[in-house]
């Protein structure tokens, strides 16, 4: 073999190292991408997951968010702050599921779905609209508002409360049966 034959053999190796070492490359920075998003998404379900918290340990917090969005009970001036601070949680948490979502880190229609309909739900209360009503103005992004302006008006907001119109349930009671069948005994 001549040094010239040798010379294009070595090239022909390296050629090949090259796209190896670019295919090794492709794989890591996939597998990178999929880890930042996985990260994404705990992140976003830390956040939810304090505001849900917060309302399932806190009896006062339960209260203040079903009461006071609904109007049922007056509110003084701290529960009004204390309410809207609760607002401004939902909304900032809902912003970045929406913000992730437009940055292609989440599935289009992930904010639609999940932190969108909540925060629909909350905002279609009587103090929700009103609080929103102010924020939209001063808070958030134009693109975000007009998201949520656009979910609101489809006037399909989930219920705050699914069970709200069920019968309170009574310690010691029997569950309701469904016409027709049988009560267990």
Known sequence: MSLEHAF??????????????LVFVGREIRA????????????????????????????????????GLDESRALDRADQLRLEQMLAEIAWAAFHIWDRTQRGIFPQGTFEFTGGALLGAVLATKRGG???????????????VADV?????????????????????????????????????
């Open 149 to 185: 302006d656009g979910l609101l008006g489809q006037g399909k907001a989930m219920p705050l409360i699914f069970a709200a119109a069920a019968a309170p349930v009574v310690a010691g009671a029997t569950a309701p049966t469904a016409p027709g069948a049988r009560a267990a005994t």
């Open 130 to 144: 009103a609080w929103w009503r102010g924020a939209r103005q001063f808070t958030f992004l134009p693109g975000f």
């Open 32 to 67: 990178n991408t999929q880890a930042i998003q996985r990260g994404e998404h705990n992140s976003t379900m830390e956040q939810w997951t304090v505001i849900r918290m917060a309302m399932a340990k806190d009896r006062d917090i339960a209260e203040l968010m079903a009461h």
């Open 8 to 21: 294009f053999v070595s090239q022909i190796i390296a050629a090949i190292a090259v796209v190896v070492s």
